[in-house]
């Protein structure tokens, strides 16, 4: 028995442990998770009415000189996947490389991993791996997402992907983040994503025409798409990482309590044998 | 004088929403004015001082630079890469920014690329400059 007790203790004290360390990660992530939720909301307008814009112009447009607008020839498809650079956020990872599995089956996919869980993840799949020169999302500025757009519009303009997708998870609220896939290139996968009614026959004045404006404005509107998304999914990660971590306190609070009632029984068991055995030993002569 | 609706919305967020009468910016093709009632209409947007007149007459300016100018039926759009109300511009930084590019601009033997990146460095404290209010 004494044996046995000296195992739960250990086992209550290592537990604790875990859970400090937990509830310190929760108290990070919760934090981090304000200031990045409010960068998420401050990029949402733009990303909303970019998106918008452009799908205007891809549904109005019947000027396909730009090599943006054009369907591409190449049945590759190009993902940039954002991902976690660390694990422990519950389901943020697999989540997003669970619905990229479902997404992207049957097809000749290439990626740009961005987030050191993605690296990791298409390396092991055996995927092949467009750059990896962005592995950690918490490294990536502004500055980066202009040179991702710019290797990815340079891709693109040389006929090596079809089509490019933007992966990444969406934050719904603090409770729910859902992983998404959005076309990004051409413009003319935009058409209608939501089903919007088509506007017709108005036309557009491109200035000076409209190959510069797109070839000016695509590039920045890859770098919109990206920054906002990365400040998304970091929030995503963050809430999911909060709730993981929430939950791993409240079940490792559970787990002390279990074990100290059983440690406390066990306690009272051995002081009542102890007393037994006195007692039959006085009795004794 | 007959307004419509803008929309300024940059990577920080929304800039500006409401109605106005005109705003004039630079693209990369030279200073635009838009006006109610403009054709639909699409173009970069180049780096310079935006200059926005709201329904009540006011005029307001801003260091605008990079992205896209969009009209689409009667909506017209502005989506820069940098916006900065006038009054909200940090000269002395963006002087500093200009002595710095200026100073790296000197050096011979810099490489083509480098040499691009001060070059719009440069620029852009200029236009921020131009753009303060307190100069």
């Known amino acids: 028995m004494a044996a046995n007790m000296k195992a739960v203790k250990l086992r209550i004290k290592s537990v604790q442990s875990t859970m400090q360390i937990t509830k310190a990660m929760q108290l990070v992530a919760a934090s981090k998770l304000r200031k990045a939720k409010e960068k998420a909301n401050k990029s949402k307008p733009y990303l909303g009415t970019l998106l918008s814009t452009l799908r205007d112009i891809a549904n109005s447009n019947r000027d396909f000189q730009s090599p943006y607008t054009r369907q591409g020839k190449s049945d590759k498809w190009l993902y940039v996947v954002i991902a976690g650079d660390r694990g422990l956020a519950g389901g943020y990872n697999s989540n997003l490389f669970k619905f990229m599995e479902s997404e992207t089956k049957g097809r000749d996919i290439e990626v740009l991993p961005i987030g050191k869980k993605s690296v990791e993840y298409f390396k092991h799949r055996n995927v092949p791996i467009f750059t990896e020169d962005f592995?950690?999302?918490?490294?990536?500025?502004?500055?980066?997402?202009?040179?991702?757009?710019?290797?990815?519009?340079?891709?693109?303009?040389?006929?090596?992907?079809?089509?490019?997708?933007?992966?990444?998870?969406?934050?719904?609220?603090?409770?729910?983040?859902?992983?998404?896939?959005?076309p990004i290139l051409p413009l003319s996968d935009l058409k209608g994503e939501d089903g919007e009614a088509v506007r017709s026959g108005s036309l557009i004045l491109y200035e000076p025409d409209s190959e510069t404006v797109f070839n000016t404005v695509v590039p920045e509107y890859l770098a919109g798409v990206l920054y906002s998304s990365i400040n998304i999914s970091v929030a995503s990660e963050l809430a999911a990482r909060r709730t993981a971590m929430e939950a791993a306190t409240d079940n490792a609070e559970e787990m002390i309590e279990t074990l100290s009632l059983y440690y406390n029984r066990a306690r009272q068991a051995s002081i009542t044998q102890e007393i037994t055995e006195i007692v039959a030993g006085a009795e004794e002569p | 004088m007959a307004t419509y609706h803008l929309q300024v919305v940059s990577l920080d967020g929304v800039e500006y929403e409401g109605d106005v009468e005109k705003i004039m910016l630079r693209t990369v093709d030279g200073d635009v004015e838009i006006l109610a009632r403009h054709i639909n209409y699409c173009t970069g947007i180049g780096m310079g001082t935006a200059h926005i007149t709201l329904a009540d007459g006011t005029e307001t300016k801003a260091a605008c630079i990079g992205g896209m100018l969009s009209v689409m039926d009667g909506e017209v759009r502005v989506l820069p890469t940098t916006w900065e109300w006038s009054d909200e511009i940090d000269v002395e930084r963006a002087k500093a920014a200009k002595a710095k590019a200026e100073e790296a601009l000197k050096d011979a033997k810099l490489t083509k690329e480098s040499r691009v990146r001060a070059e719009a460095k440069l620029y852009r404290a200029l236009v921020r400059i131009g753009s303060a209010d307190k100069k």
């Open chain 1, 135 to 182: 592995a950690e999302v918490a490294k990536v500025n502004i500055s980066d997402c202009f040179s991702v757009a710019k290797i990815l519009c340079d891709a693109y303009k040389e006929g090596r992907f079809g089509h490019i997708f933007l992966c990444y998870t969406d934050f719904i609220s603090m409770m729910s983040q859902v992983p998404k896939a959005s």
